[in-house]
């Protein structure tokens, strides 16, 4: 290739990685599919591609596509082993974010919402809610009729704002006050502290570090209540496995509020907040650290505030 062409397709890399993230739910899988469309941009006869941006598109999401319907993808998720991998603020892979609803569309709610969408429907949401493209380009991306990508995008929306809930704006600010008060409540010792800072159907889901083989759910703010205090208590096992004493950051994560657990400069887990009418509604931590590869290396690059605990 000539250098027009790899700055043809440099230019839409960014675009092209925030649209496989959104579709895959993981960054690592995401950046495949783009050097996999580079791989396919090389070997095209680029002459006969009239507009590359459209062709791009299509392959990419066509690729993003396969991955989904694969075999191991169904197996993972099928298991309730897959949670999103989470971003840290500022990382390019989350795209557009002109909007409350492209902002909204790379929280972790809604990346899990999203795995109970068709690929088809996934891909056509996306493409439409949160890039814009008309029907008749989905259509010609899916390759699928103009009717079909609507009858797709309806059903699509509805599912999505059937489930949500309803995520605020959150700035950096208020992600700290957030995470500032919930550090002291669970650290407090008193339940009932807890609870009052969350909705009457509050949800916990965990990975379990990556050691349980499905992720780890609960309901109702007293259980949520009572299994965040005992996790946020230290002991010497809990500092073991995470390979010293952490450093508990506040951060925005996926655009919602989040602890960031951090060992000598290395992310060893986070806490995502969904916060719904000021209280909050949903919390998911990660700390498998196949999941974290890319909130630590940019954390790495980041300079965060002055952590809330020094050293839990």
């Known amino acids: 290739m000539d250098s027009a062409d790899i700055?043809?397709?440099e230019a839409g890399r960014g675009r092209l990685a925030s649209l496989a993230y959104r579709l895959l739910g993981s960054a690592a899988d995401a950046e495949d599919a783009v050097q996999d469309t580079f791989l396919r941009w090389q070997a095209a006869d680029r002459?006969?591609?009239?507009v590359p941006e459209a062709w791009l598109t299509k392959v990419a999401t066509n690729l993003c596509l396969d991955r989904l319907r694969s075999a191991q993808a169904r197996h993972e998720r099928a298991a309730g082993a897959w949670l999103p991998e989470p971003l840290l603020e500022g990382d390019p892979m989350l795209g557009p974010a002109d909007t409350f609803e492209q902002r909204e569309s790379v929280s972790l709610a809604v990346l899990t919402?999203?795995?109970r969408l068709s690929p088809v429907e996934r891909a056509v949401h996306v493409l439409r809610e949160v890039f814009s493209y008309p029907h008749a380009e989905i259509a010609a991306i899916l390759d699928i009729t103009e009717s079909a990508s609507q009858q797709h995008a309806h059903r699509a929306r509805r599912r999505v704002v059937a489930e949500r809930r309803g995520g605020?704006?959150?700035?950096?600010a208020s992600a700290r006050r957030i995470v500032e008060e919930f550090l002291s409540a669970a650290t407090?010792?008193?339940t009932e502290r807890l609870v009052a800072m969350l909705t009457a159907d509050a949800t916990l889901v965990s990975d379990g570090a990556g050691l349980a083989k499905r992720l780890l759910r609960y309901d109702t703010p007293e259980r949520v209540a009572a299994v965040l205090r005992a996790g946020f208590r230290p002991t010497p096992a809990k500092r073991r496995l995470a390979g010293g004493s952490p450093a508990l950051h506040t951060a925005l994560v996926n655009g919602s509020p989040a602890v960031v657990a951090?060992?000598?400069?290395?992310?060893?887990g986070t806490v995502v907040f969904e916060v719904s009418d000021g209280k909050v509604a949903s919390l998911r931590g990660i700390a498998a650290p196949a999941r974290l590869t890319r909130l630590d290396e940019t954390w790495r690059r980041h300079e965060p505030d002055a952590p809330v605990v020094p050293a839990w």
């Open 113 to 115: 919402l999203l795995e």
């Open 47 to 50: 002459a006969q591609v009239e």
């Open 188 to 190: 407090s010792g008193r």
């Open 7 to 9: 700055d043809r397709f």
């Open 262 to 268: 951090v060992v000598e400069g290395r992310v060893v």
């Open 168 to 172: 605020t704006d959150v700035d950096p």
